[in-house]
């Protein structure tokens, strides 16, 4: 990169693409210098620079500020040249980006990026451990917005060695993940909060393809119902399927990945080759 920072960080406007007065080391970092008051999108590329999904990650961008009642209207083709442009100055193939939009200035786009190496063989195949945070259920989940992103960085910062944070509802069910949607198979169903929670483009794809190997349920399962959880997984467009082995320390199951979290793995990898979309 031209920069001394790991992270690339451009403004995007009707000028085109300009520097910034600030640097990062990488797109967590550079959360303290984006606005509260905004939406936002993050996903990855591949080293053929293909994104899964891309327009579905365009289209929840402008639900987001709709919902926000933030006037925005992308110019597709223009910010995709502009993110290939963003790339290319970096010296990066496969890369994790992130589109930001202001309230106070919605046609200008702050578009971030640093290199992306995907989840390891050894995490997807061993799994993590979360821990969960009562009463976590987000107003306005539906909207991907840069209040939470700076929020969730505070509550991630006081949890010390979870992989990730489960949220849950008022009256106890698991909800989402910080960054990332959650599921739990119990009694041969998936459980999984789809009100209350937003809706990621990976869930998306695992409610597309979770019931031809299991029934699903299309609410959080209840935490008092802990102990018949046999396998867990969280889901996000940059990791995929990443199992669970731990929430709250203790052991899911045999405290390794199950069989059915294994075998959507391996369905959803394959559906999300057929979904990649050229950058």
Request: net charge negative.
């Amino acid at each position: 990169m031209n920069e001394a920072s790991a992270c690339i960080i451009r403004t995007l406007s009707t000028s085109g693409l300009q520097t910034v007065s600030y640097a990062a080391q990488s797109l967590a970092d550079a959360v303290q210098y984006e606005p509260r008051d905004g939406v936002y999108t993050v996903s990855s590329c591949d080293e053929q620079r293909r994104v899964m999904c891309l327009t579905a990650h365009f289209d929840r961008l402008e639900a987001s500020a709709a919902g926000a009642g933030i006037p925005l209207q992308l110019d597709r083709p223009k910010l995709r040249q502009a993110l290939r442009q963003l790339l290319d100055e970096a010296g990066l193939a496969a890369a994790r980006f992130r589109i930001t939009v202001s309230r106070q200035a919605p046609r200008q786009l702050i578009l971030s990026a640093e290199a992306f190496t995907p989840p390891s063989d050894a995490l997807r195949r061993g799994g993590v451990a979360v821990v969960t945070r009562e009463n976590g259920a987000r107003k306005d989940a539906h909207i991907k917005d840069t209040h939470w992103m700076h929020q969730r960085d505070e509550i991630k910062a006081a949890v010390d060695g979870a992989y990730e944070v489960i949220l849950l509802s008022e009256d106890g069910r698991y909800l989402e993940g910080l960054g990332s949607n959650f599921y739990a198979i119990a009694g041969e169903q998936i459980w999984a909060a789809i009100e209350g929670v937003l809706a990621g483009i990976a869930q998306q794809l695992v409610l597309h393809i979770a019931p031809a190997r299991l029934p699903l349920i299309a609410e959080g399962l209840p935490r008092s119902r802990r102990r018949e959880i046999s396998e867990a997984f969280l889901t996000s467009s940059s990791r995929g399927i990443i199992p669970i082995v731990q929430i709250d320390g203790e052991a899911i199951g045999e405290g390794s990945p199950g069989p059915h979290t294994l075998a959507l793995q391996e369905d959803y990898d394959r559906r999300a080759q057929a979904l990649l979309e050229e950058l």
